[in-house]
């Protein structure tokens, strides 16, 4: 059975989120766990009451609305992704994923349709980690790559913690993060990047996702004046800055087109005209789909970091998070879908992190990427085609519906049972 979502119903439930936190550019600007967050929150789990889906969520707030399968001992079907975006974000990252698992359940409903795994649609709490760092930080520890007090003591610009956030807008249950069991895991997503738009494809299946390394640097000059001070001898922290941003982008570009390197945040103290800035503190972002390549770029940013004689420089690794490979089974059932409805495809990597790259550690995952404009995202602009959302989200339901079979549960169940290679 070819069954299609409504397109207009999942382009409505994305322009009534995007109100929500809305920037005068056309963007939201809904951080995580603000009262944006909450709000939208808030509006996400009435809509999967109304849908009929009983809302639970656990001790980091991540949100999971189940429909009921016919066995439900079976770990459920989880389609998802996260309603927070970045500071000038756009109105699809994340958020698609969301209401495209909302927009299934509706459209299953609409048909009188029952699955036999139960069907999840699952928002996780702090994707982007512009607020708090590091990204996917609540799908890190349901995946145990980091531990729950880890995430509560993480701290935004101004001091508040992870936890206090948390538990002042109303969400922090009671289940232990991670001990709500999922079956499978599905993304979809705008790829935020110019691959499937300039190729004039339609979907992305994806494989995987590329490597990251975080890091938090402090260089130490010395305050003085702007007018008095010769330039010979000064401890310019700004200067020194300036050439590891520069050498940032020059060791990404030595390391071929799938290396990325950015310098995205950065504070001058004491930030005053006339003083010689004493003290920067900046944030580092590498990627690389191979992690061997990675280390050697992080061997390359250490080397540089030495040659900055007139400052000292702490540089800490906040976060390292290896590349990772989706599941087979997983690809294959959103390769027969794209198949099914016959949409232009291709296979790739994703270049941006994701909630599915985390569930991924230890649960069957897969995610499909659609077409956005011009490659735009975190930006107000990001902009994606109805139509290319609907099949994203087509997709999504051939394969929920394939995956959520008896059959493919009772294999999925074999394979745990055998032995690991
Ligand atoms: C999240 O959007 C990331 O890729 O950093
Ligand atoms: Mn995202
Ligand atoms: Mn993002």
Redo the contacts with the bound molecule.
């Keep these: 059975m070819n069954l299609r979502i409504n397109g207009a119903r999942l382009w409505d439930s994305l322009m009534k989120m995007a109100r929500i936190d809305a920037l005068p550019g056309g963007g939201c600007g809904r951080l995580a766990l603000s009262d944006g967050d909450r709000e939208a929150r808030d509006i996400f789990a009435s809509w999967c009451r109304e849908a009929g889906c009983d809302v639970s969520y656990d001790r980091l707030g991540n949100m999971f609305a189940r429909r009921e399968g016919r066995d439900p001992d079976e770990p459920p079907v989880a389609i998802g992704s996260h309603l927070d975006t ?1 500071p000038h974000g756009g109105k699809f ?1 994340g958020v698609y994923g969301v209401l495209a698992g909302l927009e299934i359940v509706r459209t299953l409903n609409d048909h009188g349709i029952s699955t036999d795994a139960p069907l999840e649609i699952v928002n996780w709490t702090n ?3 512009a607020r708090f760092a590091p ?2 930080l609540a799908s890190g520890v349901y995946a145990g790559a980091f531990d729950l007090d880890f995430a509560l003591t993480r701290r935004d610009a101004s001091g508040k913690s992870f936890g206090d956030e948390l538990a002042r807008i109303g969400y922090a249950g009671d289940t232990a993060c991670g001990a709500h069991k999922l079956g499978v895991f599905l993304e979809a997503h705008i790829e ?1 990047g110019p691959i499937l738009e300039n190729n004039e494809e339609v979907i992305g299946v994806v494989t995987g996702g590329q490597g ?1 390394r975080w890091y938090d640097v402090n260089l130490l000059g010395r305050d003085a004046h702007s007018g008095s001070t010769p330039m010979q001898g000064r401890r310019d922290a700004l200067a020194a800055a300036a050439r590891l941003v520069l050498a940032v982008q020059s060791l990404a570009r030595a390391h071929g087109e799938a290396a990325v390197g950015t310098v995205g945040e950065l504070n001058v103290l004491p930030n005053a005209r006339n003083t010689i800035p004493g003290e920067v503190r900046l944030a580092i ?1 590498l990627r690389h789909p191979d992690d061997t390549v990675l280390s050697r770029m992080d061997h390359e940013l250490r080397a540089a970091c030495r040659t900055m004689e007139e400052v000292e420089i702490g540089l800490e690794m906040i976060w390292h998070n290896p590349p990772i490979a989706f599941d087979s089974d997983c690809i294959d059932a959103l390769k027969a879908a794209v198949k099914l409805h016959g949409y232009p495809s291709r296979q790739m990597v994703s270049g ?3 909630d599915a790259c985390q569930i991924a550690r230890c649960v069957p995952t897969a995610m499909v990427f659609v077409p956005c404009k011009d490659g735009l995202s ?1 930006n107000e602009a990001e902009s994606a085609e109805p139509e290319h959302l609907e099949a994203g989200c087509n997709v999504l339901l051939t394969a929920a519906l394939n995956l959520s079979a008896a059959t493919a549960c009772e294999r999925r169940q074999q394979r745990c049972r055998e032995p690991a290679e």
């Design positions: 970045q990252d994707e982007e980690g990204a996917m935020q990251q972002d941006a992190g994701h975190h």
